[in-house]
């Protein structure tokens, strides 16, 4: 009887093996699936993406105030008869003042 015993858990044991660690196994299939998940993801970004692009080509392609706003934005294009003003933020602030600063501060 102990034999017999011992004959099925080495059965049971070797019918183990492939479903642990062979090609099929546990561990493959999850990671896989995990895999697949990724790729789902990384899919709807992409879709996301590509569907705001496509939104843009298609404004493009269709409305002149889009190129207008390109080229007013990107190459800084203007209109004719039409006057620009550019206003400049100076975010230094000026060299002698931080010198006279820095020297009370010293003394």
Known sequence: MKL??????LLIAA???PLWYGKASWLKVWQVDQDVVAARENNLILQNRNNKLEAEVNDLKQGLEAIEERARSDLGMIKKDEILFQIVRNTQSKPSQQSHATES???
């Open 15 to 17: 019918m183990q093996y």
């Open 105 to 107: 501060a010293q003394q």
């Open 4 to 9: 017999l015993s011992l004959i099925l858990l």
